[in-house]
């Protein structure tokens, strides 16, 4: 299932931490996952997605239908995103059409409601073609074009590689959509996928000038298959569009692809926030043009 729920679908609520005093951590800015779970049985879908941004624990938990059928292992997360945390605060955020899971929720850990809107704040990270050095390797993978048959490895890739993404997306269980999706992405823009015995290690698409996905299996992060793929895409992307920049988008809690792109060498630039409500549209036409410029 794709939850595309509006914020109005959302109450929010105070978690209460252990040291909400404790001055040495309020000011704490470490961005990171720490806990997520995609819950699965014959007639239900859920996910837990727990991280730390900008020192506040935040965690987000939906549930397609109102069942009292993961309550346990959703507790569990979440007592382990607060014992894993170092945070003076927390917020949760919970569809209001599970009735079940808050009451539960308000019993075990006293959580109070909250006025505080759910949002995704992100980084534009910036290649200018003057300062793009690097060359693609094609003896380390093998690239293939995007064809229908990959479907079922390309979605179970994001299935693994994507849980950050929010509203968080079941992606084999939207396989009618997604064939569709990337179909069209295959015939419109350059879509690319890398192989390596013939195991799926990653891919990505092009927006023009935009990375506009980029993903790799986490079975195969931390051996430079990720920078070598983001080469080639930045290539290509300067060979397509002729523009003087290339850029993409990283959520600010993903701390780690923060650090990655900015070791590859790309230039952090604007800071985006976008709730579940707005459209990424301004945004786009906004570094357009910067890269028109």
Request: proline letters at 3%; aromatic letters at 14%.
């Amino acid at each position: 299932m794709k939850f595309e729920h509006a914020q109005e679908d959302y109450q929010s609520y105070n978690i209460p931490l252990p040291n909400p005093n404790r001055d040495d951590i309020k000011n704490e800015s470490l961005n990171k996952e720490i806990e997520s779970k995609l819950f699965y049985d014959d007639k239900m879908r859920g996910v837990f997605f727990s991280y730390i941004y900008n020192g506040v624990l935040r965690v987000y938990i939906t549930l397609e239908n109102d069942t009292s059928a993961f309550n346990d292992e959703i507790v569990s997360l979440l007592r382990s995103s607060i014992n894993k945390c170092n945070c003076s605060s927390g917020l949760l955020w919970v569809r209001k059409k599970t009735p079940k899971l808050i009451v539960h929720l308000e019993n075990e850990f006293q959580i109070k409601q909250s006025d505080e809107l759910f949002f995704y704040e992100s980084t534009t990270f910036v290649m200018p073609r003057n300062k793009f050095q690097k060359k693609y390797d094609s003896g380390i993978l093998e690239i293939k074009q995007y064809e229908d048959s990959f479907l079922d490895d390309c979605l179970q890739l994001f299935n693994e590689a994507m849980l950050f993404k929010m509203p968080p997306h079941f992606y084999p269980d939207e396989r009618e959509h997604y064939f569709e999706q990337l179909r069209f992405n295959k015939e419109n823009v350059v879509f690319e996928t890398f192989w390596k015995q013939d195991n799926l290690i990653g891919l990505y698409w092009l927006c023009d000038e935009e990375v506009d996905v980029i993903a790799v299996s986490p079975k195969y992060q931390r051996k430079g298959y990720g920078s070598l793929i983001l080469t080639r895409a930045i290539e290509m992307a300067f060979q397509t569009a002729k523009k003087d920049c290339v850029w993409l988008i990283a959520s600010n809690f993903n701390e780690k692809a923060h650090s990655f792109y900015s070791k590859y060498g790309m230039e952090a630039q604007n800071q985006n926030r976008l709730s579940h409500i707005d459209s990424p549209i301004e945004l786009d036409m906004q570094m357009r043009a910067a890269c028109n410029e």
